[in-house]
C-alpha cells in the first residue's frame, strides 16, 4: 500500500511559539492532503483539505490563522500551528488521496503535539 | 460535524465471543471505510466497500455496506487480544474527495 510519513512525531513547545509538522506522500503523488485532529479515544476531526498549488479549504470552526496549511508538492503538505497554546496540544494526522476508483486514502503515523 | 455515528462505543469482550459494530448516518456515502487505530499511531485501513449491499470478508471479519449505502457493519468472529484497537469508520462524500470519520468504536478483547 501507498506510505504516507509525518515529521515529527512527537513535539513540545513552550506556549506561544509556532510548531510545523510535515506530511510527506513518499511512494505517489497526492493532489489532495487532509489534516486531521484526535483527542483520546476519540474520533478524527477533519480540519482542513489541502489541495496541491491553491489555499487549503478548512472545516467550520477551524482557524485558517492559526492553523496554517500550506500544500507546495505533489509530495508534501505542511500544518503550521502558530502561537501554540496548551489547548492545541492533540495528536494530529494528515492523509493522502490515492487517485484510484475508490479514492482510498492513507494515513501518516501522527504526530503528538504537547504545549507546555 | 459528525455525520457517521458508530455504536456501541465502548465494548469489553472476552477472548472467543463474536461482535458487531455499526455505523450509521441520514447522508449517503459513494464508499465507506473500515480502519483500525492503534494508540499513538495512525489508522489502518482495512476495507473499503462501495456497493449498497456489498459483504466482504477478510479472515474473521466481515463488513456490510447497506442498501441504500447509508450505514454499515463489521462483525468480528472469535475475539482475539489483537483485535484490541479503536475501529473507525469513515464515509466518503459523493464527489469522493472528502471523508468524515464516525465516532469510533473502541473494542478491548480480554485474554
Known amino acids: 500500500g501507498a506510505v504516507v510519513s509525518q515529521h515529527p512525531s512527537r513535539v513540545i513547545c513552550k506556549s506561544g511559539t509556532s510548531v510545523k509538522i510535515e506530511c510527506r506522500s513518499l511512494?505517489?503523488?497526492?493532489?489532495?492532503m487532509f489534516w486531521y485532529r484526535q483527542f483520546p479515544k476519540k474520533s478524527l476531526m477533519l480540519m482542513a483539505t489541502?489541495?496541491?498549488?491553491?489555499?487549503?479549504?478548512?472545516e467550520q470552526g477551524v482557524e485558517k490563522d492559526k492553523f496554517l496549511i500550506n500544500h507546495a508538492s505533489l509530495t508534501l503538505s505542511t500544518l503550521t500551528v502558530t502561537s501554540a497554546h496548551p489547548e492545541d496540544s492533540s495528536f494530529y494526522i494528515c492523509?493522502?488521496?490515492?487517485?484510484?476508483?475508490?479514492?482510498?486514502?492513507?494515513f501518516g503515523p501522527g504526530t503528538r503535539l504537547t504545549v507546555l | 460535524t459528525q455525520l457517521l455515528e458508530q455504536s456501541p462505543q465502548f465494548l469489553s469482550i472476552q477472548e472467543g465471543e463474536n461482535l458487531t459494530v455499526y455505523c450509521n448516518s441520514s447522508?449517503?456515502?459513494?464508499?465507506l471505510q473500515w480502519y483500525r487505530q492503534e494508540p499513538g499511531e495512525g489508522p489502518v485501513l482495512l476495507v473499503t466497500?462501495?456497493?449498497?449491499?456489498e459483504v466482504k470478508k477478510l479472515k474473521r471479519l466481515t463488513f456490510q455496506f447497506g442498501d441504500a449505502r447509508k450505514d454499515s457493519s463489521l462483525h468480528i468472529t472469535a475475539a482475539q487480544p489483537g483485535d484490541t484497537g479503536l475501529y473507525l469508520c469513515?464515509?466518503?462524500?459523493?464527489?469522493?474527495?472528502?471523508?468524515?470519520f464516525g465516532t469510533g468504536t473502541s473494542l478491548t478483547v480480554i485474554p
Open positions: 447522508s449517503v456515502f459513494s464508499s
Open positions: 489541502s489541495n496541491e498549488g491553491s489555499k487549503a479549504t478548512y
Open positions: 469513515a464515509g466518503a462524500t459523493n464527489t469522493g474527495n472528502q471523508f468524515y
Open positions: 466497500v462501495v456497493t449498497g449491499g
Open positions: 492523509s493522502a488521496n490515492s487517485v484510484s476508483s475508490y479514492n482510498e486514502q492513507f
Open positions: 511512494d505517489f503523488q497526492a493532489t489532495t
